[in-house]
């Protein structure tokens, strides 16, 4: 089992930043992929980014250049630094494990809200 906290969701005006913080309650080297996600209202749940535990990572488009995720392997802690962000960035943002044997698992956080408006 893997427990997941977020952290550091907040209102922020267009054109801010804040750095999302997930902490896990198991050591990081031990999970396949870590990810962050996040849905908007009245929208599906869509990847904002991910790594793998050899430090690959993977954005997707809307976010590339502007967002950037990193882990601290001695905290077991994946943040997610968002910068330039835009109203369209608003939704909750959730923290996802994925862990591939024995078998795959999907593990997720409780999500932390972020807020871009004037």
């Known amino acids: 089992q893997v427990r997941l906290v977020e952290s550091g969701g907040d209102l922020v005006q267009p054109g801010g930043s804040l750095r999302l913080s997930c902490v896990a309650s198991?050591?990081?080297?031990?999970?396949?992929?870590m990810g962050w996600y996040r849905q908007a209202p009245g929208k599906e749940r869509e990847l904002a980014a991910t790594?793998?535990?050899?430090?690959?990572?993977n954005y997707a488009d809307s976010v590339k250049g502007r967002f950037t995720i990193s882990r601290d392997i001695a905290k077991n802690t994946v943040y997610l630094q968002m910068n330039s962000l835009k109203p369209e960035d608003t939704a909750v943002y959730f923290c996802?494990?994925?862990?591939?044997?024995?078998?795959?698992?999907?593990?997720w956080g409780q999500g932390t809200q972020v807020t871009v408006s004037s």
């Open positions: 996802n494990a994925e862990v591939f044997f024995p078998t795959r698992r999907l593990y």
């Open positions: 790594i793998t535990t050899g430090g690959t990572t």
């Open positions: 198991i050591n990081i080297f031990r999970i396949d992929v």
